[in-house]
């Protein structure tokens, strides 16, 4: 099984920026879909990144594109969230998750919670004035 830290998390002003990581071990890292989720006070967990790190190929939920870039670096087995103009409604604690693709190589549907079976403890990302 997968095993998942993240760090990074902090407490910032809006408009400010913070570079989030996942660290990957117990899994061949370049075979992984990784995603990252997130989950507001009182609120349901949701996908906000992924990425394939066999392709590189990476998708963004409606509200992050173009601020949150998701990316992987192989020689570290890390994959790295980088998040800009961070607004008040990104105040969340943010998980790593991951599960192998398919026997293709597919990573789809990317924001499928329950298709992941390997998760991080989690680290928190507050954004207030």
């Known amino acids: 099984q997968v095993h998942l830290v993240e760090s990074g998390g902090d407490s910032l002003q809006p408009g400010g920026s913070l570079r989030l990581s996942c660290a990957v071990s117990?899994?061949?890292?370049?075979?992984?879909?990784l995603a990252w989720f997130r989950q507001p006070p009182g609120k349901e967990r949701e996908g906000v990144a992924a990425?394939?790190?066999?392709?590189?190929?990476?998708h963004y939920v409606a509200s992050v594109e173009n601020r949150f870039t998701i990316s992987r670096h192989i020689a570290e087995n890390t994959v790295i969230l980088e998040m800009n103009s961070l607004k008040p409604d990104d105040t969340a604690m943010y998980y790593c998750?991951?599960?192998?693709?398919?026997?293709?190589?597919?990573?789809?549907?990317?924001?499928?919670?329950?298709?992941?079976?390997?998760w991080g403890q989690g680290t928190q990302v507050i954004v207030s004035s």
């Open positions: 990425i394939s790190t066999s392709s590189g190929s990476s």
């Open positions: 998750a991951g599960r192998p693709p398919n026997s293709v190589g597919y990573c789809g549907p990317v924001f499928d919670r329950a298709s992941y079976n390997s």
């Open positions: 117990g899994f061949t890292f370049n075979r992984l879909c």
